[in-house]
């Protein structure tokens, strides 16, 4: 079937912005997810030619991300299909034209007709600067007659709450909770009881799962954020206080730091059961975990070093001194670099995490709480407690380029590429910071509950 070349126009217009269209009518955004509904026929395969949005004027081509949607087991059940700038203004409608159909008719698998075009009613507002988020409901259907037309089971529904994916998370140590934050329109969307003191995250986009290390239960909450609500939660030992999660996505394993236990217990993240127990230096602050190198890095306050463990065999561990105490840590596995905060002291060292030879001192206003690469990676972004501030510090210069002054302490961070945002929780003031990754400008203050403590985009 031939697209109409409205389509391609459409979607460079998606690409580059709303060429033509006048400066009284900036763009907005649309964000697409498709939706595998339960009770569906399993084995169906969409292929799908393009997506346009109707309205008053002339249809505008969105550029899908997935052009093949497919509802086998192996597929997530909640994928993001689209994403791109539109004009401002009112739509009525979401027309996707479709290419092939692969549906199951008993023992077989048919190619019936599809129809040409597919027109999913809905009332959707494209507001300048915003960003609108839609989801594709889909229940696959089976063919009993392969000579009858295939209907596609599609709707469009607006979410109440954000998908994986257009969420951001962040724990409340004391209000016991996970706050869900709409990541494109940055407003408080809902909270989930997980248990006690959460604190660290980690998210398993092959089981689709967050995990959250629960310190006052002793005990890992597994989220679903699908349906939003806590599925399971695995009990750890009596006193571990679990405060970090690290996701070995390629083992499917995952890393607990406890930290009143001074361990790390391995679990194996489908079936969550313990499957090892290493025991660390007293008082570890945070760690990171290499798959290609299998070597696991902790760092530790009292003992002023980064042990590097040796995941492959049981020789002695390898100690990296650190003054001023090991503190936050964050590893670039690519350029084969270790960024650590020192915990007294004003600086973040830059140590080769091949070797722990130092390849680089950055000053600080203060120590550093949390650490994170910028989206282009050139630059570190590290939340400077006591001046409460955000600095940007140059990689090769070994420098502070930028600060952002916040009205609270900031402690961990994390960037966002996508959006070119930057995400600060600060418990003191139970919020959540965010600030522009190239104005370097604070841009957001969001509340959350009570003594935020980690945050996440899955």
Not at 66 to 77: I, L, V
Not at 264 to 272: E, H, K, P, R, Y
Not at 410 to 433: C, F, H
Request: with cysteine; aromatic share 6%; charged share 20%.
């Amino acid at each position: 079937m031939r697209i109409p070349s409205l389509l391609k126009w459409g979607a460079l217009l998606c690409l580059f912005g709303a060429a033509g269209v006048s400066a009284a009518e900036p763009d907005g955004k649309l964000v697409l997810y498709l939706q595998r509904a339960e009770g569906g026929a399993p084995g169906v395969i969409l292929d799908v030619g393009g997506v346009e949005l109707l309205g008053v004027r002339e249809p505008v081509g969105v550029p899908l991300r997935e052009a093949t949607w497919s509802n086998e087991a192996s597929t997530p059940s909640l994928v993001r299909v689209a994403e791109c700038a539109i004009p401002s203004g009112s739509y009525r409608a979401l027309r996707l034209h479709l290419l092939s159909v692969t549906a199951p008719a008993g023992v077989a698998m048919v190619h019936p007709s599809p129809p040409d075009s597919v027109v999913l009613a809905a009332d959707i507002e494209i507001l300048p600067g915003r960003t609108s988020l839609w989801i594709v409901d889909w229940l696959p259907q089976a063919l009993g007659d392969p000579n009858r037309p295939y209907e596609t089971g599609l709707s469009l529904v607006e979410p109440t709450l954000p998908p994986p994916g257009g969420a951001i998370l962040v724990t409340n140590e004391e209000s016991n909770s996970l706050t869900l934050l709409d990541r494109w329109r940055l407003t408080p969307r809902g909270e989930i009881s997980v248990g006690r003191g959460p604190r660290g995250m980690a998210w398993s986009r092959l089981h689709q799962r967050l995990y959250v290390a629960l310190a006052g239960d002793d005990a890992v909450a597994v989220i679903d954020l699908v349906d939003h609500r806590k599925e399971q939660e695995v009990g750890l030992h009596a006193g571990d206080t679990p405060s970090r999660l690290w996701m070995d996505e390629a083992n499917s394993r995952l890393f607990v730091l406890n930290s009143a236990s001074s361990t790390v217990s391995i679990l194996d993240a489908g079936f969550l059961q313990e499957l090892e127990r290493l025991v660390v230096e007293p008082e570890p602050v945070a760690f990171a975990y290499d798959p290609l190198r299998k070597r696991l890095y902790v760092s530790s306050r009292v003992r002023d070093a980064v042990i590097v463990y040796d995941m492959d065999d049981q020789r002695e561990p390898l100690r990296w001194n650190v003054d001023g105490g090991a503190g936050e840590l964050i590893l670039d596995e690519t350029r084969s670099l270790l960024l650590v905060a020192s915990a007294r002291q004003r600086k973040i060292v830059m140590l080769d995490a091949q070797s722990g030879a130092v390849v680089a001192l950055m000053e600080l206003c203060s120590a550093a709480r949390g650490l994170a690469f910028a989206p282009l990676g050139r630059e570190v972004v590290a939340a400077a407690s006591r001046c409460r501030k955000i600095s940007f510090a140059a990689v090769t210069q070994g420098m502070e380029t930028t600060q952002v002054r916040l009205p609270f302490a900031p402690g961990l961070l994390i960037t966002d590429s996508a959006s070119s945002q930057i995400y600060a929780v600060m418990p003191d003031g139970d919020g959540l910071a965010v600030v522009g990754a190239q104005s370097r400008e604070l841009t957001g203050w969001i509340p959350v509950g009570r003594r935020p403590y980690a945050v996440l985009v899955p």
